[in-house]
């Protein structure tokens, strides 16, 4: 709120485009993004920074049509190529050709929307959500070749001309896309931006968390930064009065993308920082008064430090260097603050998939007030032009200091030493992208092993972080694992308490698993943490469904959908709730409405079919069970489904492959066996039937189904007393099932006459009450029949169907 | 109806008598809570799927009184016996079992004490499945709906009628009414249920 006032008083002072940009960043980070889309649309915006804030703000909106209009010229005026686009966005083109993929990708128009993924993946390799929405897409991805620098990236040249791309909004991306490869380039363009305007220029570096990996690559981050602001130093020779603080941190940190802004500050951070830097350099030797924390406290600059360690990092290194007149005591101050940042861990997280709600004024007062307590030996009162040239040197020592540290041969240049660090840095973090993304690819396309198998082989303190767990859990839950994919997603509850992505997922695994207790402290939880957010509602959904209060359940599913409608989950769900109230032209619609959403989601093809199997329309369900695996072709259950619709359609044979293939894949699944047992059964060949379901009474030993079955087996193969044994069985271990069926089936056998005078009172004692197992074994019997091994038949009463007002 | 008229007016006049008379047929005992069966899986209520309506009712006092799910609220008639009320389906469903709330406690000569119910395919098609008499309800009545061949009753319309009330009362109050439905889980062929939490698991994909 500070930042809106502030930043309209800016802008009615001075009404440039630079201040109505902030202004309308202001709107959009507090989460108005209404208010950012009319103020931009009201005032003309040429610069493409402006341009693509309203495209966000549009999209946000859901105004797609016109979010396309204001990236790529319109329908009506000739439509830019991308290539065009990239020009014109230059730097933030990896972030623009994102948002219009996006935009494609929601409007049908998919493959224009994963070439613009593609694109901007080649621009950008640390982009993740590019990424994602491909692999959404189904499309296969290398992620060996995506996660890799080339040599666009490399800061060799000249920093290409580019128009300041430090948008706000990208701040929002490139929290994905921290790299010192990035902020490098930005860095750049900050340079060169402020060398097109010395003027206020709208855009800061922001100093950004990044993604990079621990501790060491940190440290090279930050030290590559240092050397990439050196040889950006080496570049540029115009100092300017810029505010250290920004300019420092910037220049430190290798982190920021940069963006942010400085509303009230005159001059742009970065670049003229940087240049500021590069004049001085080698005149100056002394490191004059420190850098001021306190003047980053100060400053009113929003310096999107968004509480990383990383970012802080720099600033204390600098802070070491200011204070500490050379680097001979330096390497002392530093080490304080190289403790420091294992404690400062960068707090990436949820920023990766959060959208834009954080406001970088937030972080970055938060960050400054960081600064005085992280580093409260460090006094900062120096002033800008001091600062400049402390600044310059710290930035020289530093590098210095650490290329000591490192062990590297001695510094020949900034530039080379910068670039070689810079470029170990970036290897790490693309390699982490690879691997994740080569997780993360994998379950998209329901490989879950090698998921599982790529996800778990992540160094373990990632591994122990919300998102690769989520994502194992996930992994499997698509292998119908249950018990295992409960367990991950238990600890992702306890390290991650506040995440609500895929929690959707540990829902249905408890719902599957039949944990009640669970569920309903786990949709508790969320309702309690966030009534916003649509895997919330699902969770609630679920428990409801559980204890079959099938009404509520569904109005919890409607919620979900009101919060969010772009989540197809809940309609998925929802279209089950209905089913299950037979409600069976809704739950059509439901499921309709989640593969609109979403092509690739095969729960709502699956839905789609059980309904038509339901309706015995077998041919349809058969056709979009096979469109369900063909998205995921390792169910065993889907390949289950589709034996038995095979065999309704009476291609018994084609069922038994079906089944035999499921087995295959996963041979834990009883109801394949069952079902192929039925099958063999129906197609009179009892002796395989009879093996089968002798199996399986070895692994779900309480099944009733499994006993009924085998009684109807035996019932065909004339062995009346195994036949009848097996149905008390299961009425034993379902009293208060359908036993009208297994009842049926008994009365049935006994219709034609047969050697045993055996009636259906026989089954039930004087009282009309059916017999228990034991009592019936007492009875007399034919010798070969076995006495079974039932621990519950004692105490099951059965029920009396007889009774009419009592139950 | 003189007959047992005099037979009720003299527990009147003498209430310990009263006890006697009725105490020989013994008191119908309640049954269980429907929402217990419905955990269950095995039964769905489907009265939202009818078109309910009554024969008469007191203002206030109509089908979302019987309908509203809570105890504390009834259908009171106002008309001649039979009191009816009628349950009538889009389409040819199954029923399993019907129960209704009496308390006679609370309700007193306003007890249904004789319930008739019919099913057929319209009102001039209904014939008589099941009648039975209660003694002085306390709770849930559970009336099965089965057929000859003991499965449940494919129906249109079902007429639950009044035909007498405790203590000879003229108009009856109903608490509530509930139908149920046999839960089928056709999504795997025509297979009882599973009861195993490990079949269950894999039968569907959600």
């Known amino acids: 709120m500070d930042a809106v006032f502030l930043a309209e008083r800016l802008y009615a002072e001075v009404g440039s485009e630079e201040a109505l940009y902030l202004l309308a960043t202001c709107y959009f980070r507090s989460g108005k993004a209404y208010k950012a889309y009319r103020l931009l649309k009201t005032h003309t915006c040429s610069t493409p920074q402006c341009r693509y804030l309203l495209a966000k703000c549009c999209v946000d909106l859901s105004k797609l049509a016109e979010g396309e209009q204001v990236l790529t010229g319109g329908v009506l005026n000739k439509q830019k190529s991308q290539d065009d686009i990239i020009t014109e966005f230059g730097d933030s083109a990896s972030f623009t050709l994102s948002l219009l993929g996006h935009i494609y990708c929601k409007t049908d128009r998919v493959a224009k929307g994963s070439e613009c993924f593609q694109r901007s993946l080649n621009l950008n390799p640390f982009l993740w959500s590019p990424f994602q929405s491909l692999c959404h897409l189904g499309e296969k991805l290398d992620p060996e070749q995506i996660f890799r620098l080339s040599s666009l990236h490399i800061p060799l040249a000249p920093p290409p001309p580019i128009s300041p791309a430090q948008n706000p909004s990208h701040r929002l991306d490139t929290a994905l896309m921290e790299t010192p490869q990035d902020t490098l380039e930005l860095n750049r363009l900050n340079l060169e931006s402020s060398n097109g305007k010395l003027t206020s220029d709208s855009t800061v570096s922001y100093i950004d968390s990044s993604l990079i990996s621990p501790d060491p690559g940190s440290l090279l981050a930050n030290t590559v930064s240092m050397g990439s602001t050196g040889s950006l130093l080496g570049k540029q020779n115009k100092p300017k009065s810029g505010r250290s603080l920004l300019g420092g941190p910037a220049a430190l940190s290798p982190l920021t993308p940069s963006f942010g802004i400085l509303p009230l500050d005159p001059s742009p951070g970065d670049p003229t920082y940087l240049q500021n830097y590069s004049g001085s350099l080698d005149t100056q030797q002394t490191a004059p008064s420190k850098k001021s924390v306190s003047r980053i406290g100060q400053s009113k600059s929003v310096f999107s430090q968004s509480g990383n360690g990383r970012e802080v990092l720099p600033i204390p290194f600098s802070q070491s260097q200011s204070s500490a007149p050379h680097s001979s005591t330096t390497p002392q101050v530093l080490s304080p603050t190289l403790v420091a940042p294992p404690n400062i861990q960068p707090r990436r997280s949820t920023r990766l998939f959060t959208s834009a709600s954080s406001t970088a004024k937030e972080n970055s007062k938060k960050l400054k007030m960081k600064f005085p307590t992280k580093i409260p030996n460090r006094k900062t009162k120096c002033k800008a032009a001091k600062t400049s040239n402390s600044n310059l040197n710290e930035s020289l020592d530093i590098l210095k200091l650490d290329s000591s540290m490192n062990d590297s041969k001695s510094l020949t240049t900034p530039g080379y030493q910068s670039i070689s660090l810079q470029r170990a840095a970036t290897d790490m973090v693309l390699s982490m992208l690879r691997e994740l993304g080569r997780g993360y690819q994998a379950l998209c396309c329901y490989n879950c092993q090698d998921a599982i198998n790529i996800l778990s082989s992540v160094p373990a303190h990632h591994y122990n972080t919300g998102w690769v767990l989520t994502h194992i859990g996930r992994a499997y839950f698509e292998l119908a694992e249950y018990t295992q994919a409960e367990r991950v997603f238990s600890e992702v509850r306890r390290i991650e308490a506040y995440r609500v992505e895929g929690m959707e997922i540990y829902s249905t695994t408890l719902w599957h698993l039949q944990k009640d207790v669970a569920l309903s402290a786990l949709s508790k939880d969320l309702t309690d943490m966030d009534r916003l957010c649509p895997q919330a509602w699902c969770v609630a959904g679920n428990c409801f469904s559980l204890q079959q209060e099938h009404d509520i359940a569904i109005k919890f599913f409607q919620r979900a959908i009101q919060v969010d409608p772009g989540f197809a989950y809940a309609y998925t769900l929802l279209g089950h709730e209905f089913a299950l109230t037979e409600e069976l032209d809704r739950a059509l619609a439901c499921f309709r409405n989640a593969i609109r959403v979403n092509n690739r989601h095969y729960n709502a093809w699956y839905g789609l079919g059980m309904i038509y199997y339901k309706q015995e329309k077998f041919s349809l369900a058969e056709i979009h069970f096979k469109k369900a695996l063909s998205i995921n072709p390792q169910s065993s259950v889907m390949l289950c489904h589709i034996g038995v619709v095979q065999h309704a359609l009476k291609k018994s044979e084609s069922a038994l492959e079906t089944l035999n293939k499921a087995i295959s894949i996963d041979p834990k699944n009883p109801l394949c066996k069952f079902h192929r047992a039925s099958i063999l059964f129906a197609n009179d060949k009892y002796k395989a039937a009879l093996q089968e379901l002798e199996e399986l009474k070895q692994i779900v030993p309480k099944e009733s189904l499994v006993y009924f079955l085998i009684g109807k087996v035996y019932k065909k193969l004339g062995q009346t007393h195994l036949a009848l044994m097996n149905f008390s069985w299961a009425m034993d271990l379902d009293p208060k099932g359908a036993n009208n069926q297994i009842k049926e089936a008994i009365d049935k056998r006994y219709l034609p006459e047969d050697e045993e005078p055996v009636t259906e009172d026989f089954l039930y004692d004087s009282g009309k009450n059916p017999l228990s197992a034991e009592e019936l074994t007492q009875r007399e019997w034919p010798a070969d029949v076995e006495e079974s091994s039932m621990t519950d038949a004692d105490d099951s009463q059965l029920h009396t169907a007889e009774s009419d007002d009592v139950l | ?206």
């Open chain 2, 1 to 206: 109806m003189a007959p047992r008229s005099e037979l009720r007016d003299v527990p009147r006049h003498h209430p310990t008598t009263q006890r006697t008379t009725m105490a020989t047929p013994s008191k119908t005992p309640p049954g269980a809570d429907p929402k217990q069966l419905e955990r269950t899986g095995t039964v769905r209520e489907i009265g939202s799927q009818a078109v309910w309506s009554l024969s008469s009712c007191k203002p206030g006092f109509g089908v979302d009184q019987l309908r509203d799910d809570n105890l504390e609220t009834y259908w009171q008639s106002d008309g001649s016996q039979p009191h009816l009320v009628n349950i009538q389906f889009r389409r040819k469903t199954t029923v399993k079992m019907l129960c209704i709330y009496a308390d006679y406690k609370s309700d007193e000569s306003y007890t249904p004490s004789k319930i008739s119910v019919r099913v057929g395919n319209n009102f001039h098609n209904l014939q008589e499945v099941r009648q039975l008499e209660m003694v002085e309800p306390s709770g849930w009545i559970h009336i099965s709906l089965l057929d000859g061949a003991n499965s449940p009753i494919r129906t249109f319309m079902i007429q639950v009628a009044v035909l007498a009330n405790h203590q000879n009362g003229r108009d009856t109050h109903m608490r509530q009414i509930k139908i149920y439905t046999p839960v089928e889980d056709s999504s795997m062929g025509k297979f009882p249920r599973c009861t195993t939490v490990d079949f269950m698991m894999y039968r569907t994909i959600r």
